[in-house]
């Protein structure tokens, strides 16, 4: 099952015709989600009869999101709850292969890739999450950001499967920095050893697709080492991709690329949809 968040807006709509695709190409159904409730703070002191104005509005969102996903000939069920939005899509990734969300959006799931909102969404879901935002390409490479550790494993399981039942390729990008500021601040006494670390970073990226290549033997692979700021390195990759896959709990080559600003940049500027891959909990 792939659940989708719906509010209303356009880019919530863009994001159910995304998994609607998905749904389809997966032969899985399509489970429509929306949320309404008052803040504790105002609950007291507006008329019950707002409540039942964001229920019958809610509704209204989840006819029009079904309207689109009947387009993709799909089949689909639907969720209305007065439950915060972030813990209704936790509970619902329960039993979900793939929790999709627009970019942007307002009413159930205002902000909700935007600051503490986003990180608590990525940390807690049950499944692999993508963010439907920017143009969404017929055609192009599969992006994944490879760890130096095995944190990234699942989000390169994650790219190779996608690639290949999109009959798509994949560009495996392992990103690197080291400065000379950087070994004078720590007080090297020597310069890094620039071409020694591309060279093992050549070497960390062949371990961690060790065996997919194998596995996947449909899908093309293009292996990428570069210097330079995690952020900058994959927005650059991202450009021409149908999708970019990074894990929750990057180190190394992409340090803090979910719980800093790493993430945070990707999900707002990143030209494709971003899928975000948590570390399943018995490697965490």
Known sequence: MIVVG???SASALD??????????RR??????VSSYQLSAGVAGVLDPGVL?????????WLAEARDVADEAGVRTSIVLAPVPAVLLLVRESL???????GSRGFGGFTGLLIGSTAVALAGRAHCPMVVVRGE??????????????????DAVAFAF???????ADVVAVHVWHESLADAVLLGHPTPPDFDGAQQRAYETLAERLAGWQEKYPDVHVTREVVRDHPSEALLRYAEGARLVVVGT???????????????????????????VVRTEPDRE
């Open 161 to 167: 499967a996608e690639a290949s039942a999109q009959d």
């Open 27 to 32: 032969r899985m159904p399509l489970r429509l």
């Open 15 to 24: 994001a159910v015709r995304w998994a609607a695709m998905e749904a389809g």
């Open 249 to 275: 709990r990057g180190r190394g080559g992409v340090r803090g690329l979910v719980l800093g600003s790493t993430s945070q940049h990707l999900l707002q500027h990143a030209p494709c949809p971003v899928a």
């Open 52 to 60: 039942d104005v964001l229920r019958e509005q809610g509704r209204r």
């Open 6 to 8: 719906v509010d209303g």
């Open 95 to 101: 039993d979900a292969s793939l929790l999709v969300l």
């Open 136 to 153: 969404v390409p017929a055609h192009g490479p599969v992006v994944v950001g490879v760890d130096g550790l095995r944190d990234s494993e």
